[in-house]
């Protein structure tokens, strides 16, 4: 009897799983999440409360489908994403780090391959940017213009000796674009957030 009783529980833990992860909206259990679902309040800016909300439910959705939660523990933290540290996250700060994650995907990784293969644009496009490393030559956290017209003609001689077609040279962004703030020198989050609003552009 108490075998019979424990099998009917089980059966009953698991038809709720199954119920809870097929009433879940699809970007708990996979793909990137929406801005607006972090933005409960509609306020335009995700708070720590916000953030850490979603990421237990995608979790425990993701938890209740039998996904592996190995990788758990390297999830970034909020402030690793608040790159400006004003205790909220913009929609700027959630693309550039979405653009990080694509930079530094291994070649053929994910559904972006097919996607990108399909519109005729050429695959690894998002993966073929530059990191932030490659121009900031002498690595002290700031590119200068000087470091930026260097890596930038570095960057396009390789690239034409790869056979790559630099038909796109025309519409190269001015240092003056990328350093917002209007400093002289580009930090890594202006450089992140440029590299986002050039690959929507491309995607639009």
């Known amino acids: 009897m108490k075998m019979l009783y424990k099998s009917i529980f089980t059966i009953l833990l698991s038809g709720t799983a199954l119920f809870v992860a097929a009433q879940s909206p699809s970007y708990l259990q996979r793909g990137p999440v929406p801005f607006e679902a972090y933005d409960r309040d509609g306020s335009g800016a995700i708070t720590t409360d916000e953030f850490n909300a979603l ?74 940017m530059p990191s932030f490393a490659e121009f900031d030559l002498n690595g002290d956290g700031a590119m200068t213009e000087n470091e930026f017209i260097e890596a930038r003609g570095r960057r396009i001689s390789e690239r034409a000796k790869q ?42």
Do not use: C, I
């Not at 999830?75 to 608040?82: N, S």
């Not at 025309?170 to 580009?186: C, H, I, T, Y």
């Open 55 to 128: 990421r237990n439910e995608r979790r425990a959705a993701r938890a209740a489908e039998g996904w592996p939660m190995r990788n758990a523990a390297k999830a970034p933290t909020f402030e690793q994403l608040d790159l400006n540290a004003d205790g909220v996250l913009g929609s700027d700060e959630m693309a550039a780090f979405r653009q990080q994650q694509m930079s530094q995907r291994p070649y053929g990784k994910g559904p972006e391959k097919g996607a990108e293969m399909a519109s005729g644009r050429g695959a690894g496009r998002g993966r073929n």
């Open 163 to 204: 056979g790559y077609m630099m038909r796109g040279l025309k519409n190269a962004r001015p240092f003056s674009e990328v350093d917002q703030d209007g400093d002289g020198v580009v930090k890594e989050s202006e450089f992140l957030q440029m590299q986002a609003k050039h690959r929507q552009s491309r995607s639009q």
